[in-house]
């Protein structure tokens, strides 16, 4: 009586030890949990139709306020070269990278820079707030111009430069003011006659952009 106990003890650490030696050698891939899933990437080939927009066809006339409280149109700025980033104030990632970028491009290009004006459209929804626009563009470089519309003014001037905007649908994040616009990150170059000569993203470094400008104002 006492040794069928032992033995039955014994038979079922055999049963066990030879349970967990089968899932050893099976590995994985023969249990649904745990399995390892390798990712595979595929994308879907172009038919190289698309063309981005012309430079030329990008831009107009529009009338927004300056950060000081001033109504100003294009025309305000006839005679100088516009350097137009489109963003909104409360941004604490492309919009600060793109400006600071922006600003070292023109303190590089000395006295050059000095017919360009620098601008900052804010395109969020919500209604202009002039004093925290102006402390935005305040960060960066000293001729820098916050402009910001009502609805319909704001409206206009992303359609006529074909500026993408939308709220992300996730929560806001921690370092921003609000909830998070996802937007275009391009600056558009203008000339003095209010053509739109290049545009290009927020990426390029300032020795990038400084030779990007440099170029497009000795070519007019």
Same mark, same amino acid.
């Given at each position: 009586?006492?040794?069928?106990?032992?033995?039955?003890?014994?038979?079922?650490?055999?049963?066990?030890?030879?349970?967990?030696?089968?899932?050893?050698?099976?590995?994985?891939?023969?249990?649904?949990?745990?399995?390892?899933?390798? $990712?595979?990437?595929?994308?879907?080939?172009? @038919?190289?139709?698309?063309?981005? &927009? !012309? %430079?030329?066809? #990008?831009?107009?006339?529009?009338?927004?306020?300056?950060?000081?409280?001033?109504?100003?149109?294009?025309?305000?700025?006839?005679?100088?070269?516009?350097?137009?980033?489109?963003?909104?104030?409360?941004?604490?990632?492309?919009?600060?990278?793109?400006?600071?970028?922006?600003?070292?491009?023109?303190?590089?290009?000395?006295?050059?820079? $000095?017919?360009?004006?620098?601008?900052?459209? @804010?395109?969020?929804?919500?209604? &202009? !707030? %002039?004093?925290? #626009?102006?402390?935005?563009?305040?960060?960066?470089?000293?001729?820098?111009?916050?402009?910001?519309?009502?609805?319909?003014?704001?409206?206009?001037?992303?359609?006529?430069?074909?500026?993408?905007?939308?709220?992300?649908?996730?929560?806001?994040?921690?370092?921003?003011?609000?909830?998070?616009?996802?937007?275009?990150?391009?600056?558009?170059?203008?000339?003095?006659?209010?053509?739109?000569?290049?545009?290009?993203?927020?990426?390029?470094?300032?020795?990038?952009?400084?030779?990007?400008?440099?170029?497009?104002?000795?070519?007019?």
């Amino acid at each position: 009586m006492r040794i069928m106990p032992l033995v039955q003890a014994v038979r079922t650490a055999v049963r066990l030890a030879v349970a967990v030696w089968a899932c050893t050698a099976l590995g994985p891939a023969a249990h649904g949990h745990g399995s390892v899933v390798k $990712e595979t990437y595929s994308a879907t080939a172009s @038919d190289g139709s698309y063309r981005p &927009p !012309d %430079p030329a066809s #990008l831009g107009g006339s529009f009338e927004l306020v300056d950060h000081s409280g001033r109504t100003v149109t294009d025309r305000t700025y006839r005679g100088k070269w516009m350097l137009i980033f489109f963003g909104f104030a409360g941004c604490r990632e492309a919009c600060p990278v793109g400006l600071e970028r922006m600003t070292a491009a023109l303190e590089d290009m000395g006295a050059d820079a $000095e017919q360009i004006q620098p601008m900052f459209i @804010d395109v969020d929804l919500a209604k &202009p !707030d %002039p004093k925290a #626009l102006a402390q935005f563009v305040s960060n960066f470089h000293p001729r820098l111009v916050g402009l910001a519309g009502n609805r319909r003014q704001n409206f206009h001037v992303v359609r006529i430069f074909k500026v993408r905007r939308e709220y992300g649908h996730s929560g806001w994040s921690a370092k921003e003011t609000g909830p998070r616009l996802d937007h275009s990150t391009y600056f558009y170059l203008v000339d003095p006659e209010g053509r739109t000569r290049t545009y290009f993203y927020h990426t390029l470094s300032p020795a990038e952009m400084a030779a990007t400008l440099r170029r497009h104002m000795a070519a007019r």
